[in-house]
């Protein structure tokens, strides 16, 4: 019905073959007839391919619990269409509650669970309401064009930022004033701004808190921030300064030892082995020769 602009209707089967009534008919007669039968007998296979394939689909999508109702022990979901699972899923299931209701209905003045922030594409907030207003039609309670278009109005003016455009938008007919329409004239808006006043500077100089979507600090409390941001990454340099410098230390004076260990152990092991080896040594004392002695030369 949405993108046909009419009501579908199942069609039915034209059996296999063309019903040719009796009488005298011409081969032109009886072709058409052959034709119109050949074009119903294809659209309702067509049918019948697309039925199962999206049944299929929608089984595939959901636990098997979930339609267990409406499953025959011996047949499965033979003669059960597709149209009538999604019945089945949408009255058992997607019932919303008066709370849940509510809920959406706060839930729209804070998008995405805060004030809306100007600095964002203004599609992101229509996205949002019309979101909104799909669940309030599900639950039975849609809400009117007027309703809409006030919550996002509202909105808007928390920000702080489209207070001309506003007006601009009061200023109106009300024949004009659709849901498109008030999408169109926002877009513009938003746009504007976007070109005049790359991050909406004029606002905060005029009036830093009052846009509340912006969630941004004075320049007190941003200086302030920044000092103490600062001083953060000083401490943490110095840290890692210190702690890099006790490292090295440690890394020197363990060298330090390992030169002065490797040295003993040359003087205690190695030294007199190598001096017996290359006999330097005088076998009767045990003492190291002077080999710069005249005899020890002579030898």
């Not at 808007?156 to 007919?173: C, H, Q, V």
């Not at 969630?215 to 941003?222: L, V």
């Not at 080896?277 to 005899?295: A, K, Q, R, W, Y």
Request: a neutral charge; one cysteine or more.
């Amino acid at each position: 019905l949405t993108l046909a602009e009419k009501h579908f209707v199942k069609p039915e089967n034209p059996g296999s073959n063309a019903t040719i009534p009796p009488g005298i008919l011409s081969k032109e007669h009886i072709n058409k007839i052959v034709t119109s039968h050949n074009e119903a007998k294809r659209v309702w296979l067509d049918y019948n391919a697309t039925e199962k394939a999206l049944q299929k689909q929608l089984l595939n999508a959901f636990e098997d619990e979930y339609f267990e109702e409406r499953r025959d022990k011996n047949s499965g979901f033979l003669g059960i269409s597709t149209k009538d699972l999604l019945h089945h899923l949408y009255y058992t299931y997607a019932n919303l509650t008066t709370e849940q209701l509510e809920e959406n209905d706060d839930n729209m003045m804070m998008p995405f669970g805060k004030p809306f922030d100007a600095f964002l594409p203004i599609e992101e907030l229509f996205v949002w309401i019309e979101d909104a207003m799909k669940i309030a039609d599900a639950g039975g309670q849609p809400y009117t064009t007027e309703a809409i278009i006030t919550k996002s109005s509202n909105i808007l003016l928390s920000t702080g930022a489209y207070n001309d455009s506003l007006n601009e938008w009061r200023k109106r007919p009300d024949a004009e004033h659709t849901w498109p329409n008030f999408k169109q004239h926002f877009k513009k808006a938003c746009s504007d701004l976007k070109k005049h006043n790359p991050r909406f500077s004029d606002v905060f100089e005029e009036n830093p808190r009052s846009a509340h979507g912006l969630n941004q600090p004075t320049k007190q409390e941003k200086k302030s921030k920044d000092s103490s941001f600062v001083n953060c990454i000083g401490d943490t340099i110095a840290k890692v300064t210190e702690r890099l410098m006790k490292v090295n230390v440690k890394k020197h004076i363990k060298k330090f030892r390992a030169v002065k260990i490797a040295q003993i152990l040359c003087v205690v092991y190695i030294l007199p082995f190598c001096t017996q080896f290359l006999g330097l040594v005088d076998p009767e004392t045990g003492n190291i020769m002077d080999m710069s002695s005249p005899t020890n030369t002579a030898n």
